[in-house]
Nanobody, 123 residues
Framework: QVQLVESGGGLAQPGGSLRLSCVASNERIVRINVMGWYRQAPGKQRELVAV???????NYDDSVKGRFTISTDNAKNSVSLQMNSLKPEDTAVYYC????????????????WGQGTQVTVSS
């Protein structure tokens, strides 16, 4: 089993910045194929924000392109999301995600989720 431990989030003013971080806490992990961030606003479905592959390929939702930057530290099995130029519509609970986890000799294709961290953008 993998536990995704998130940090960051909180309250920001419109136009401000926040940074989210997530670490996969299992010392047996050899590598993770894809990590990313999703968000869910009240009354809405969970949606993709950004994902990054181990090889560095990135995919962003159109609503955050040019404002958010996803990055990963493969050695630490971690992923971060730098959020700039925040808007009130970015308010949501943000979830870390990891898919395709390799242990020594074993591949786990389950999707794992963090507990979620609240991001609120308001003046």
């Amino acid at each position: 089993q993998v536990q995704l431990v998130e940090s960051g989030g909180g309250l920001a003013q419109p136009g401000g910045s926040l940074r989210l971080s997530c670490v996969a806490s299992n010392e047996r992990i050899v590598r993770i194929n894809v990590m990313g961030w999703y968000r869910q606003a009240p009354g809405k479905q969970r949606e993709l924000v950004a994902v990054i592959s181990r090889g560095g390929s990135k995919n962003y939702d159109d609503s955050v392109k040019g404002r958010f930057t996803i990055s990963t530290d493969n050695a630490k099995n971690s992923v971060s999301l730098q959020m700039n130029s925040l808007k009130p519509e970015d308010t949501a609970v943000y979830y870390c995600n990891a898919v395709g986890i390799w242990y020594e000799g074993v591949f786990d294709n389950n999707a794992y989720w963090g507990q979620g961290t609240q991001v609120t953008v308001s003046s």
